[in-house]
C-alpha cells in the first residue's frame, strides 16, 4: 500500500490540485528543489543569467555624439551603459574616462566599470585635436581606456550609414554637407536627434568602417566607432543591424 502511495505522489506532482497536499509531507523548502516525476529527477531552476558588463562612453558635450548613443541605449536596451558628455579634446575627454572608470555612474554601485570608451574627433587636418590625440593615445592604454576615433569627424560614421566612400574630408563641415545630401540625411545638424530608423543602418554602416579599415591605401577618412557598436551589442547584432532580444 505504501508503495502505490508514494508513485501515485510521483505521478501527481504536477497537477495543481494536488500539489499543496503533498507540500505537506515534503521536507521545508523541497519543492524548491529538483523534484521526483516518473521516477526521474526534474531539475526545476533556472540557470544563472550572466550580468550585462557595464560600459562607460565618454563623448564630446552637447552633441550628436551624446544624442547618438544615448539613442542606441534606448533602442537596444544597454540598461548598463552609461553615456558621460564632457570634455572637448581628445585628451581631456581621455582624462575624465580614467577618472570616471572606477566609479559607476548610479552611485549605489562600488564596482568599476568593464570597460571605459572614449569617442572622439581629430578635425582638420591642422587641427590642434591631432596633437591632443597624440597625447591621449598613451594615457589611454597605461589606464585600458579604448579609443572609438573618427577622422575628421563622427559624421563620417553617420556617413557610413547610408554610403562607402573614401573621399578625402578636410572639415567636418565638408563631411556634413556631404551627409546632408537628399538621399542621405538632408535634415542633419549638430546636436541633432536620433531617429531609432538610423539603427537598420546600422550593420551597413559596420560593415562599411570595416571595409575601410582593410583598406591599406586609405588613411583618412576613418573611424573606429564600430568596434564600440560592436562591444555594445555584439558581432551578430552590429553585423545585421537588426534588433533582437
Known sequence: MAKKLKRHEARS????????LLSERMEPGQLGRPLLHGGSIVGTEKKPVQPKK???????GEKTEPNYFCAMKDYYELTEVDVLPEGKDPYSLTEIAVSK??????SKYLDPYD??????????LNHPF?????????????HGVRLAVSSP???YWLLLHYQYTTRSFDSCDDVI????????????????????SLFDRLGTACAHAKKLRK????????TDVDLLVVSLIGEKRATKGIKTH
Do not use: M
Not at 506532482?13 to 499543496?20: G, H, P, Q, V, W
Not at 597624440?134 to 589611454?140: E, G, M
Not at 554637407?177 to 531609432?196: C, D, I, M, Q, T
Not at 583598406?215 to 576613418?222: F, H, Q
Open 54 to 60: 557595464t560600459v562607460l562612453i565618454v563623448t564630446e
Open 101 to 106: 572608470k572606477n566609479t559607476r555612474e548610479d
Open 13 to 20: 506532482l504536477n497537477k495543481r490540485e494536488k500539489r499543496d
Open 215 to 222: 583598406d591599406t591605401k586609405v588613411a583618412e577618412p576613418s
Open 177 to 196: 554637407a556631404f551627409l546632408r545630401h537628399k538621399k542621405r540625411w538632408p535634415g542633419y545638424a549638430k546636436n541633432a536627434p536620433v531617429e531609432s
Open 130 to 142: 591631432r596633437k591632443h590625440l597624440q597625447r591621449a593615445r598613451p594615457l589611454a592604454k597605461k
Open 153 to 155: 569627424s563622427f559624421e
Open 115 to 124: 570597460e571605459v570608451w572614449v569617442v572622439c574627433d581629430t578635425e582638420g
